[in-house]
């Protein structure tokens, strides 16, 4: 099973994804990190070395969904071009995909989450939350869950997983 967490930045879809992941014994992937070698070794800044990214941990997701091992991946997925790769993938290795998206109402509790957040990157700025507040999310044509991340990153993380579990009796 593929499990995609997606959401704005700073959500929190790391943090959750490193606790469903542990929880579930998935393989976890990230696409910044991967964009963040990208960077590092030259490529420019911008659209295609994010697409690249996609393609990358796609690619990656693919390999362990086709030798059997449960992955979350944790990325924005703003656009539709973005989610195909993870619907390419689960075709491909013949597995399902269960979409989360991470969502957060508390505006300035969002915003407080971008100021000052250093995740260690050295390619990659951090986003302002002026940058944040002004994007936007394609509508979803998958089916998903929406989950607040009000409450504690453990909370959400048990939410997630409970959507997982029905997800998997559905499918």
Known sequence: MLVVISGLPGVGKTTVADIVGARLGAVRLSIDPV?????????????????????????????????????????????EPARETWRRAAVSAGSTLCWVVLTMSDTAGHASRLDGRHRGFSHIPEPTWTEVAGRTMEPWRDRHRAIDVSGSSEDVAAEVERYVVEFRSDA
């Open 35 to 79: 964009e963040e070698a990208l960077l590092a070794t030259g490529f420019p800044r911008g659209w295609k070395t994010g697409v690249a990214a996609y393609e990358a941990v796609g690619v990656i997701a693919e390999l362990n969904l086709r030798a059997g091992r449960t992955v979350v991946v944790d990325a924005v997925n703003d656009s």
